[in-house]
């Protein structure tokens, strides 16, 4: 099985349902999910806010926050989780932050990413530095935030 179809398993085990935001993944996160056959049992949307202010209009991330730190932050991906797990009325959200490249981003390079679980239980955050090119950052992205909400959701069960 792979790490989409594990987090939806350990998810319906449960009775939940998952809302996923996404920056510079663009839809990766949520597109894998629904490559999984049944994934509409789980999933309830996605929202792929890739411009800064939509992180605030869309997500409820404080403006302050952001205007601050910019969107490539830990509390901002913490923020984006659990906002858009509130919009989309979800048990669980995912979200992602960063940047894919080739150029730095609100100060921080290549590959500085963030990404969210957030719970009934509460947020976990995991910073992250990744290698490679823009698509292999996104796709370890991706693959990253899958791998927490599996941990998360093992730690929990």
């Known amino acids: 099985m792979s790490i989409a179809s594990d987090l939806l398993t350990a998810l319906a085990a449960r009775g939940w349902s998952l809302a996923v935001a996404e920056s510079l993944t663009g839809g990766l996160v949520s597109a894998t999910l629904v490559d999984v056959p049944g994934a509409s049992s789980v999933l309830r949307g996605a929202v792929v806010a890739y411009a800064t202010d939509l992180k605030a209009t869309l ?14 932050d830990p509390d901002v991906a913490g923020e984006m989780a659990r906002g858009v797990r509130a919009r ?30 957030s719970t009934p239980d509460g947020t976990t955050v995991r910073s992250l530095l990744l290698a490679g090119d823009r698509a292999q950052v996104r796709a370890r992205s991706a693959e990253a935030v899958l791998a927490l909400g599996v941990e998360i959701l093992g730690r929990s069960g």
């Open 59 to 72: 997500l409820d991330v404080d403006r302050a926050l952001l205007d601050a730190r910019g969107a490539v």
């Open 88 to 117: 989309l009325g979800a048990d669980v959200g995912l979200a992602t932050t960063g940047v894919a490249g080739p150029d730095p981003q609100d100060g921080q390079p290549p590959g500085t990413v963030h990404v969210a679980v």
